[in-house]
Every structure is written in structure tokens, then in C-alpha cells.
């Protein structure tokens, strides 16, 4: 999960699970139906998975145009690390609750054959 620093400034920066609450957060549309898809997250104490539903009145099914230095997001965000990373390095967004990050779904690479792969193909499937 990350935040602009404009919003953490603004609304503080959660130290629960439970403080999201009272916090805006951005909803990721669900690809099973019409209601929003719950934030993943790992009990810090044993790893386990759970998932929560959080409030926000801002819902998206791409995050990638909030992702922009024109676009700076009003809310917390659970994004992928490969999504975060850049823009935590860079200071554009701060991690929060990082102790409660969960892995996310497993990714899978379809492809027709392994002759007609490029060689960066090829490099992205085996990392």
C-alpha cells in the first residue's frame, strides 16, 4: 500500500489495519461481478492471508493514469511492486503498512512457442 505525500500530509499516515477506516482508499473495479475487489493483505504475526474491503470514492480498473506526475492520487493505494517501486524510489509515493504486504496473484506468461520467442521474452519468463 502507498500514498502521495500531499495525502499523507493531509490525512495522516495509517498504523492499522484497522485506521483504514478512516482513510480514503482507491477501489479496484473486480473482474468477477459489479462490486469492488477487497485489499490482500498477510497477518504480520504468521503470514496468513486475509482480505478486507476498504471505503473510498475513488475506483479505477487500471491504476497506470494515477501512476502520473500530472495525476498525484488523493488516497491510498494497493498496488503490485513492479506498479510502486519506481514511484516509492523516487518519493513521488510512500509505502504504508508494509509489514501487512501480501504477495499478489500469480501472474502467468502465455506464449505460442518457444522458437519464436525474442530474446527479452525469453528473459522475462525465466526471471
Known amino acids: 500500500m502507498c500514498a502521495s505525500p500531499s495525502y499523507l500530509a493531509a490525512y495522516g499516515k495509517p498504523t492499522t489495519i484497522e485506521d483504514l477506516d478512516n482513510h480514503k482508499c482507491a477501489r479496484r473495479a473486480s473482474h ?9 493483505f498477510s497477518r504480520p504475526e504468521t503470514g496468513e492471508p486475509f482480505e478486507r ?7 479505477f480498473d487500471s491504476p497506470m493514469r494515477w501512476l502520473t506526475p500530472d495525476c498525484p492520487v488523493q488516497a491510498l493505494l494497493q498496488l503490485h511492486t513492479y506498479m510502486a517501486e519506481p514511484h ?22 502465455l506464449f505460442p512457442s518457444s522458437r519464436s520467442l525474442a530474446p527479452k521474452v525469453r528473459a522475462f519468463i525465466d526471471s
Do not use: M, N
Request: hydrophobic share 45%.
Open 32 to 40: 468477477y461481478g459489479p462490486e469492488f475487489a477487497p485489499w490482500r
Open 88 to 109: 516509492i524510489k523516487s518519493g513521488a509515493l510512500v509505502e504504508v503498512l508494509p509489514a501487512f504486504a501480501a504477495d499478489g496473484p500469480p501472474i502467468s506468461v
Open 53 to 59: 474491503s476498504v471505503q473510498g470514492t475513488l475506483s
